[in-house]
Each structure stands twice: as structure tokens, then as C-alpha cells.
């Protein structure tokens, strides 16, 4: 089945600084979602962006589906941040998402 | 707006037991999915459905099984509980419109001892 690596694993950030998470995956997709798991374990989705640029708030991401990675960007951090952010897919034949382990988030004050 | 509900949200169990983890969605989605997460990892596909009285088999369905009667009903049963099923359920939907973002519940955090 279809790879969803994510980078870095675990990340350590202070207050208002700005971070770049990476998802390298193994196969065409048509669809790719980002997503935040707060420490209460709750998933919330971010972006749906199988291909281009979105913004919302602080948070953009990009995904050049040509060379099969997307990046989530996090400028000016806040505690509330904390948390694991996943990349999912879709490949183009298949039904459902496939998820990398994530990127474990801490922002400290 | 309710969304995707699941319940219980915490249960331990007995080796050997059964139980059945409900979801319901009120977004009249065609599309949903059982995901379990293990710690530190990703979310692992067990079961989904693209719609009512059609279901299929995920990465890791064994020990489980799913029905679909419902556009908004989609049970997770697991029969005799073995350790290994120890673990925190997602359900979640989606829709063809709108772009196919996945809704997921608030979890079941299941314990077999």
C-alpha cells in the first residue's frame, strides 16, 4: 500500500515561533487532508488540499502532488498549537484515507 | 450541530467478551469509516462503507465486523475481545461534496484485560 512518511516526528517550539511539517507520500493521490489531534485525543481537519496552496489564519499548507509531499506551515505558534498534526491521503483507486504516525507538537511559553 | 457521535466513550472488557461500538452521523453523509489508534502511531482503517448496505474490509478488520442498515448508523462489533483490540476508536465521514473532508467522532477508549 501507498507510504505517508511524516517529519519531523517530534517538535519542540517556543511561543511565536514559526514551524514547517513535511508528508512525503509513495503514490498518486487524489485526495490529501491535514489534521490536529489536541491532547484531549479530539481530530479536527485543517486542510483538504490534494493539490496547491490554502491559508487559514495562521495556518497554510501546500502540496506539489507532481512530486508527492505537502507541507503544513505554523507561523507565530500559540500553546494551543500542542498537539500531533497528521497527514492523510487517498490513492486514486481506493475508498479511504491513509494516515502517516504524525508529528508530535509542543509549543511552550 | 452534532456531527459524527460515538458511544461509548470509555469501556474496559473482558478477554473473551463482546460489545458493539455505535456511531452516528447527521450530515447525511454516503461515506464512513472505523479507524483504531494505537499509541504513537496513526490511524489504522478497519472497516468503511460508500453507503447504506455496502461495507468493506480496511487494513485490520480481523476480530471485527460492521453493518451499514442506515445513511446514519455504522456499528463497530467486536467479537470475543482479545488484548490485542486494545486501543482508542475513531469513526468518521465524509461526503463527495464539499471536497471529502473526513468528520471524525471523539473517539471510544477500549481496554481488554
Known amino acids: 500500500g501507498i507510504q505517508v512518511e511524516q517529519s519531523p516526528p517530534d517538535l519542540i517550539l517556543q511561543e511565536g515561533a514559526n514551524s514547517t511539517l513535511r508528508c512525503n507520500f509513495s503514490?498518486?493521490?487524489?485526495?490529501l487532508q491535514w489534521f490536529h489531534q489536541n491532547p484531549w485525543g479530539q481530530l479536527i481537519n485543517l486542510f483538504y488540499?490534494?493539490?496547491g496552496t490554502k491559508q487559514n489564519g495562521r495556518l497554510s499548507a501546500t502540496t506539489v502532488a507532481t512530486e508527492r509531499y505537502s507541507l503544513l506551515y505554523i507561523s507565530s505558534s500559540q500553546t494551543t498549537d500542542s498537539g500531533v498534526y497528521f497527514c492523510?491521503?487517498?490513492?486514486?483507486?481506493?475508498?479511504?484515507?491513509?494516515f502517516g504516525k504524525g508529528t508530535s507538537l509542543l509549543v511552550t511559553p | 450541530n452534532a456531527g459524527v457521535t460515538q458511544t461509548p466513550k470509555f469501556r474496559i472488557l473482558k478477554i473473551g467478551q463482546s460489545m458493539t461500538l455505535q456511531c452516528t452521523q447527521d450530515?447525511?453523509?454516503?461515506?464512513m469509516y472505523w479507524y483504531r489508534q494505537d499509541p504513537g502511531m496513526g490511524l489504522k482503517l478497519i472497516y468503511y462503507s460508500v453507503g447504506a448496505g455496502i461495507t468493506d474490509k480496511g487494513e485490520v478488520p480481523n476480530g471485527y465486523n460492521v453493518s451499514r442498515s442506515t445513511t446514519e448508523d455504522f456499528p463497530l462489533r467486536l467479537e470475543l475481545a482479545a488484548p490485542s483490540q486494545t486501543s482508542v476508536y475513531f469513526c468518521?465521514?465524509?461526503?463527495?461534496?464539499?471536497?471529502?473532508?473526513?468528520?471524525f467522532g471523539s473517539g471510544t477508549q477500549l481496554s481488554v484485560l
Open positions: 488540499i490534494p493539490s
Open positions: 492523510a491521503v487517498r490513492i486514486n483507486s481506493g475508498y479511504a484515507l491513509n
Open positions: 468518521a465521514s465524509s461526503s463527495r461534496q464539499g471536497g471529502e473532508k473526513l468528520f
Open positions: 503514490d498518486s493521490v487524489n485526495n
Open positions: 450530515m447525511n453523509h454516503n461515506y
